[in-house]
């Protein structure tokens, strides 16, 4: 019998599935200290303006607020302070050189805790333009009104 994956979302990035286009998503570890995995045990953090970049053959989330834990003292450390993503070296190679040759973007998609440990969905990027925004709003429209039709029809 397979094993069950244990997953507890802490955060989604919302609006980044409204700005881009996810070409490809990737599964992270994330450098925290101890204060700061207790306070995404409570929930407060903050992706939404949030961005990845490599630097020196290293993997950093950047803008990513992690509210101070409230009992930390002096083991706080800054909220927005640049966090070291681990992957292997192979993968961000690979995610550099798409960011460089094609002009793609790293964003962080989502937090979630996997077996105990905080894991980041790392997604590589396109912009969307405003014209692909109307129409997926227009497509999501016509869904609801498909479904409620549906809904409507069956009663």
Request: charged share 35%.
């Amino acid at each position: 019998m397979p094993e069950q994956v244990k997953t507890k979302t802490i955060a989604l990035n919302r609006q980044a599935r409204h700005e881009y286009f996810v070409v490809e998503s990737l599964e992270t570890g994330i450098e925290l200290v101890g204060t700061e995995v207790k306070s995404l045990r409570m929930g407060q953090v903050n992706l939404k303006d949030s961005w990845c970049d490599v630097e020196d053959g290293q993997l950093y989330v950047r803008g990513m607020h992690i509210s101070p834990y409230e009992k930390g003292n002096i083991f706080n450390r800054d909220p927005l302070r640049a966090r070291r993503l681990l992957a292997h070296k192979n993968e961000i190679r690979k995610l550099a050189q798409e960011v460089k040759l094609q002009g793609y973007t790293l964003v962080p998609l989502a937090l979630y805790f996997k077996h105990g440990r905080v894991k980041l969905e790392l997604g590589l990027c396109k912009g969307k333009k405003l014209y692909d925004k109307r129409q997926t709003a227009a497509k999501r429209a016509a869904q609801r009104d498909i479904d409620r039709a549906m809904k409507e029809r069956g009663r």
